[in-house]
């Protein structure tokens, strides 16, 4: 995971998915997040689906729980803030509360974005983002 400060580092890889290049256009290498000075402020997070409770269907490799769990281990040995784990999904990906199947190493999201707009997941989630001043109290 790579940290960037701009969309503009981002180019399509094989699968047509945005992601950041290894370097920026002067050539200075991206930091890598687990070995970061400062913490991250938000994550956004690909799904399949996900539910109004915060719970993300990925495509079963388990590589984003695996890497915020270790994150969340660095997060607690720094004492840092957490950060926002935001969902970027279509209001179509978007399921009732319980329908989708988790397991005890999946890490739930704090929001969703959708076309339909902006969905805080419980009082957690308002209190980052009054943290991170990006709603008012």
Same mark, same amino acid.
């Not at 989630?125 to 943290?131: E, G, R, S, V, Y």
């Given at each position: 995971? /790579? @940290? ?13 998915? +945005?992601?950041?290049? #290894?370097?920026? *256009? ?41 890497? /915020? @769990? ?13 950060? +926002?784990?935001?969902? #970027?999904?279509? *209001? ?41 001043? /990006?709603?008012?109290?």
């Amino acid at each position: 995971m /790579l @940290k960037i400060s701009t969309v503009d580092v981002l180019t399509a890889s094989s699968m047509n998915i +945005l992601e950041p290049s #290894l370097e920026d *256009s002067n050539g200075n290498h991206h930091e890598d997040v687990m070995q970061a000075s400062d913490p991250v402020d938000l994550v956004i997070l690909p799904g399949l689906a996900f539910d109004k409770s915060g719970s993300r269907l990925g495509r079963n490799g388990g590589y984003y729980d695996s890497f /915020l @769990k270790k994150y969340q281990e660095l997060i607690e040995e720094r004492k840092w803030k957490q950060p +926002l784990l935001v969902a #970027l999904s279509y *209001s179509i990906q978007i399921m009732e509360e319980g329908s989708i199947p988790v397991t005890p190493c999946d890490v739930p999201v704090d929001a969703l974005v959708s076309p339909a707009g902006f969905t805080p997941i419980g009082s957690a989630a308002l209190k980052k983002m009054q943290l991170m001043n /990006l709603v008012s109290s």
